[in-house]
């Protein structure tokens, strides 16, 4: 069982920063994929990015690729998404997940665990 919670949310100005934090519980953090999703108002949620279990590989949706950086420290049970250049259509609750095996690789693909979320708001 792995518990997922998330932190760093908030109101940002357009041009802004935020770095998410996702704490897991748990000794086999190190093991699972870990991604970052998000839900605007309206919308169904989508794919942001996704780090292989080691830390080694990432991926990025386009929207984000170029201003958002997604890392992991096994060693603290963290990943993080450190978010710049915010745009308001970065507007959304933002989730992370955990997936053994595979990963998504941008893709809508089932996750194992889920965060309870962390509200962003870009705005000015």
């Known amino acids: 069982q792995v518990q997922l919670v998330e932190s760093g949310g908030g109101l940002v100005q357009p041009g802004g920063s935020l770095r998410l934090s996702c704490a897991a519980s748990?000794?086999?953090?190190?093991?699972?994929?870990m991604g970052w999703f998000r839900q605007a108002p309206g919308k169904e949620r989508e794919f942001v990015a996704d780090?292989?279990?080691?830390?080694?590989?990432?991926y990025y949706a386009d929207s984000v690729k170029g201003r958002f950086t997604i890392s992991r420290d096994n060693a603290k049970n963290t990943v993080y998404l450190q978010m710049n250049s915010l745009k308001p259509e970065d507007t959304a609750v933002y989730y992370c997940?955990?997936?053994?095996?595979?990963?998504?690789?941008?893709?809508?693909?089932?996750?194992?665990?889920w965060g309870q979320g962390t509200q962003v708001a870009v705005s000015s």
């Open positions: 780090i292989s279990w080691s830390g080694g590989s990432t």
């Open positions: 748990g000794r086999t953090f190190s093991t699972y994929n």
């Open positions: 997940a955990a997936r053994h095996g595979s990963r998504w690789w941008g893709t809508k693909a089932s996750s194992d665990y």
